[in-house]
Structures are given as structure tokens and as C-alpha cells.
């Protein structure tokens, strides 16, 4: 292959390329072409020329290789191109690349690491669809330290003009209900409220005791597997815990003709009282729905 490309003169790949037929050179009738051609091929006796089959695949391979290469190359080329056209268009992505550059010497700085992870996560999502959005788990508690902090409101309002930047609302939520404490209908929780106040370095309390109107409605609640809505029963002036609890439709369907519905919801607060005065947050010792009727025995009782 060597000597034939020297013999056509090829020295490029353009030329080499271009070149429509290596072989059909050495078809032509020449004295001159007899050396270079009893290496080529062959001649028949009846004057036809035949290209030796592995040279003639050595040139196919190469040709297709060559041709793949220069259309990468030239792939390469237009992105290049297009790259520089979009730098000149749009600026913000000398920032963008100038930031992801300095990352490195940053990356102790946790709020770098933030910035960094906020970026990318909002161009990764970019040309996703919006079921196949990612986040990691620092953009997780991000987005639920917002929702906590500031409502359902603020988190729709940034989530919605921030598109891809953060999770939906029930994937929130989810995440809340998995990692939080949840309460109980009735359950006085002492223990929570002891480890409460030590956090707070604290004895000293204040309780109350209020009402809220609330919709009457029945839910079940999976992780108990009991019906909420229904007043519950009292026992010494506190409510018993679990009560409506069955897997009998007909007995369930009773209770709905019979049981009254809670149009109230009764909370009982503790506010931590702390020496130096600093504020601390309430804690909900126990909520039940009620009905408002009782009897002087039972807030006695209680």
C-alpha cells in the first residue's frame, strides 16, 4: 500500500480521498505500469486485470476510516463553531464556565458547594422531561428546609418560576412523613416532650388547652390502620387511643350511621419556659377530635 500511494503521489488524506477509484489507475495499458502492477495484481491471459484481494481490502478499510475520522473532525469543527457563536451571543456562558473552573480551589466553602450543586441541577433537568427530573440529596433537604419555613405558597412560587430546581410538592411531603414523628389521634406523647425540653435545657413549662373548627370528614390513616374523624371515647377524661380499628365493612358502616364526627380539633401545647429567657418553639404534647361535649368528671379526670 505503501508504494502505491507513493506511486499515485497521494501525501494527504484529502488527496487520497478524492481520488475516485484507487485502482483504476493501473487499468489503463502502459509499459510504464508493468512493475508497480505485477504487485498490485495480476494480468489473465486474456489481458484483464485483477487487484489482489488483500490489498484490495487494506485500501476499502482505510478509505472508511479515514472518511469516518474526517467526519468527526468535521463534527468537531461545527460544535467549535457553533460554541463560539453561542459565547458571543449569550455571555453569561464565560460566567457559567469561569465558575465551574474555580470550583475546585472553592470546594471547602459549603456554600460554594451549594451554588455548584443549584447549577447544575437546574441545567441537568433542562432537557429532561419533567417526570425524569433529578435531585440530589442536599437540593432535598434544601427544598424541605423552604417548605417548612416558608409554606406551600413561597415553595409554588419559586418551584414554579425555577423550573427544575425543585421537587414537587408530594415528593416533599413524602420525604417529610418518612424522616418526622408522626401524631398519633389521642396519644399524649411525654416521652417526645421530655427529650423536647432537654434539648432546650429546660423543667419549666407552660400547657394550654384549645379548640379549632376543622371539616368534618373520615380518613384512614395507613400507618395505624385506623378511621380518623370519629369522636373518640373518653377514659378518665382522655381520649382512647386507636378505637375505630376494624376490617368488618357492616361494623364500619355502622359507625357511620351512628358515631358522631369531630368538628373540633382539641390540642394540648407546651411552651418551654427557659431561665435566660430565649425563645423556643411550642410542642404539641397531644391532638384528638371532639365533639365539645364532656362531662365535669371528665375534664376532673383529665
Not at 388547652?209 to 373518640?232: A, K, L, R, W
Request: proline fraction near 3%; glycine fraction near 4%.
Amino acid at each position: 500500500m505503501v508504494d502505491i500511494l507513493r506511486y499515485l503521489e497521494v501525501n494527504s488524506v484529502d488527496s487520497l480521498l478524492g481520488i475516485n477509484g484507487l485502482f483504476a489507475f493501473f487499468l489503463y495499458d502502459s509499459p510504464d505500469l508493468l512493475p508497480i502492477k505485477n504487485k498490485v495484481g495480476i494480468t489473465l491471459t486474456n489481458g484483464s486485470f485483477i487487484v489482489k484481494e488483500g490489498l484490495s481490502f487494506q485500501a476499502n478499510y482505510l478509505i472508511q476510516t479515514l472518511q469516518v475520522l474526517q467526519q468527526r473532525n468535521l463534527s468537531k469543527s461545527n460544535e467549535l463553531t457553533n460554541s463560539s457563536v453561542l459565547i458571543e451571543r449569550y455571555p453569561i456562558i464565560r460566567l457559567i464556565i469561569r465558575f465551574f473552573e474555580n470550583f475546585s480551589s472553592q470546594s471547602n466553602d459549603s456554600s460554594v458547594k451549594f451554588k455548584h450543586t443549584v447549577v447544575e441541577t437546574i441545567i441537568s433537568n433542562h432537557d429532561r422531561a419533567k417526570s425524569r427530573y433529578c435531585y440530589n440529596d442536599s437540593i432535598r433537604e434544601f427544598a424541605s428546609y423552604l417548605f417548612i419555613l416558608g409554606g406551600r405558597n413561597v415553595y409554588e412560587f419559586i418551584r414554579l418560576n425555577i423550573s427544575g430546581l425543585l421537587p414537587t410538592l408530594p415528593i416533599i411531603q413524602s420525604s417529610l412523613d418518612s424522616i418526622t414523628n408522626r401524631i398519633n389521634e389521642g396519644d399524649f406523647r411525654y416521652d417526645l416532650m421530655c427529650d423536647y425540653l432537654s434539648l432546650q435545657k429546660t423543667n419549666f413549662i407552660f400547657a394550654s388547652e384549645d379548640c379549632t373548627g376543622v371539616i368534618p370528614q373520615i380518613i384512614y390513616n395507613v400507618q395505624s390502620n385506623t378511621f380518623i374523624g370519629f369522636v373518640p371515647h373518653l377514659e378518665d377524661g382522655l381520649p382512647k387511643i386507636n378505637t375505630f380499628s376494624t376490617e368488618s365493612f357492616s361494623k364500619f358502616e355502622n359507625w357511620f350511621g351512628t358515631l358522631n364526627k369531630s368538628h373540633l380539633l382539641n390540642l394540648h401545647m407546651v411552651q418551654p419556659i427557659n431561665l435566660d429567657l430565649k425563645s423556643c418553639a411550642p410542642f404539641i404534647l397531644s391532638a384528638y377530635g371532639t365533639d365539645n361535649h364532656f362531662t365535669t368528671l371528665d375534664i376532673l379526670m383529665r
